[in-house]
């Protein structure tokens, strides 16, 4: 009886460790493009590109394709510069992203292309990211300032 009953423990215990194991699996790589869609708030602190502190504070949307509107408020070297971002998040299953995006000034004129790496994190409702390239509108690299970025989700949009 004794090893009958040793014999279930061990199934029992072997089923559930599998059981947690595919559980945990099943967790791994549930984040996606669609999943991020829709209303976001955002944040980004740094410097500029001439090492002076940097704010923007932003709103927007992500669609469930990754195209991205936004607006911001930058504040740099004591001048406040609102502009618009239109681009695309890129959204791995291990939640990781990419986002490019392209911001213009209010005349509409392209300013920079930037380009950030970021995580999802909370169930993919935030966002922490660092900027990692900055292009001007001739193609050039800008100097690459350290910005960092922290987004939360306002609504979900399926």
Known sequence: M????NSLRTSLF???LLLSVGAASADVGRCSTANGAG???????????????????????????GYVAL???EVT???VRPATLKGNVTVNP????KLTVKVYDPSGKLVVTATWAMVFVDNQREI????????LPDGRSA?????TLNAKMKFRRF
């Open 2 to 5: 004794k090893a009958k009953y």
């Open 14 to 16: 072997f089923s559930a």
């Open 39 to 65: 209303g976001w708030g955002f944040t980004v602190t740094g410097t500029n590109t001439s090492g002076d502190p940097d704010a923007i504070v932003g709103n927007g949307t992500v669609d469930a394709t």
């Open 71 to 73: 607006t911001q408020t």
């Open 77 to 79: 070297d004591g001048e």
């Open 94 to 97: 291990d939640c990781t992203a």
């Open 128 to 135: 922490r990211g660092i900027l990692t390239s900055l292009v």
């Open 143 to 147: 100097p690459l300032p350290v910005q």
